[in-house]
Nanobody, 128 residues
Framework: VQLQASGGGLVQAGDSLRLSCAASGRRFSSYTMGWFRQAPGKEREFVAA????????VYAESKKGRFTVSRDNAKNTVYLQMNNLKPEDTAVYYC??????????????????????WGQGTQVTVSS
């Protein structure tokens, strides 16, 4: 499967952005989808994940309340709605697909190495 992330840009603190990740392939609806981000000089970190149906989601603790992950299987697309953005949210945001079963354990679902496919990333820059 190929993943294409989009929707990033330069915004001001307090603004909102919605990232999209379009997937190719017929099996998209069976994958767990995740969002990660990587700031300059830092490791890639888990943001959120959503199960195949969209009925279950998991968030990194610090992202709860401001970020919302969703998906539209008819469009082969997963979204990340980000509200009240802060300068520390500046990073390249990546979407990823996981063929294994969904987990509600953030320590498990947040492991980078469980994801089989990665998109190229989209830059989000938040100015103060």
């Amino acid at each position: 499967v190929q993943l294409q992330a989009s929707g990033g840009g330069l915004v001001q603190a307090g603004d909102s952005l919605r990232l999209s990740c379009a997937a190719s392939g017929r099996r998209f609806s069976s994958y767990t989808m995740g969002w990660f981000r990587q700031a300059p000089g830092k490791e890639r970190e888990f943001v959120a994940a959503i199960n195949w149906s969209g009925g279950s989601t998991v968030y990194a603790e610090s992202k709860k309340g401001r970020f919302t992950v969703s998906r539209d299987n008819a469009k082969n697309t997963v979204y990340l709605q980000m509200n009240n953005l802060k300068p520390e949210d500046t990073a390249v945001y990546y979407c990823a697909a996981d063929r294994s079963s969904f987990s509600t354990d953030v320590l498990s679902i947040g492991q980078r190495n469980r994801y089989d496919y990665w998109g190229q990333g989209t830059q989000v820059t938040v100015s103060s």
